[in-house]
């Protein structure tokens, strides 16, 4: 212990003779080699965490579009063209905007490519369905080795996806919601406003 408290105390002597010298220091062997791998490993951390913010949006969003489904359409045949053309284009709008494509940064941190809104109208149940379409993850280092290798037993299925989601991009997050239907044959008026 002794001997440690000694190393590092003449070093720091040595540095700082240096330092009022005005010579310049030499780089310690942590930063020259350690930084670039823990640069490496927080860009790795960093695209992972991209996939799990883009879930978390992609739930907030269906969530939007369905409730905002449920109380702005109607059953009525009469407002039935209003629903697929004006409320679908505005709710998909808002649902591009709050997932982020319209922001080229978060686009490229989420590796976003493509949206699909889909609504399904049945007897009881809208069905909202929010596709979301990716490009490569870009993190050419975890696509060096085939998936074969990568995701031998005994990881499965969701190894497989998760390469494919890093390597290939194009692959496709989906959530659906079901709401009921409420219809509204007249308009909707708050009670107490006129």
């Known amino acids: 212990m002794r001997t440690i408290v000694k190393t590092i105390s003449g070093r720091l002597d040595r540095a700082a003779f240096c330092l009022k010298g005005g010579r310049p220091g030499q780089a310690m062997t942590e930063v020259v080699l350690l930084f670039p791998l823990f640069l490496l490993i927080v860009f790795i951390t960093a695209k ?34 209003w629903d697929e053309t004006t409320l679908k284009k505005d709710i998909e709008k808002n649902v591009r905007g709050y997932i982020g494509f319209d922001t080229p940064a978060v686009s490229k941190f989420l590796n976003l490519k493509d949206l699909k809104l889909e609504v399904v109208r049945t007897q009881v149940w809208n069905v909202i369905t929010i596709t979301v379409i990716t490009n490569p993850a870009g993190v050419k280092m975890l696509c060096k080795y085939p998936k074969q290798a990568v995701c031998s037993y ?41």
């Not at 965490?49 to 045949?77: D, G, M, P």
């Not at 390597?167 to 219809?183: A, F, L, S, T």
């Open 154 to 194: 005994p990881y499965g299925a969701a190894c497989m996806n998760g390469h494919d989601y890093l390597c290939q991009g194009g692959k496709q997050m989906e959530v659906i919601k079901y709401v009921p239907n409420r219809d509204r044959p007249i308009q909707f008026v708050l009670p107490g406003l006129k």
């Open 48 to 81: 992972i965490f991209a996939l799990l913010v883009l879930v978390q949006k992609l739930e907030i969003a269906s969530y939007y579009a369905a409730r905002r489904w449920q109380l702005e359409s109607h059953l009525n045949v009469d407002q039935a063209s």
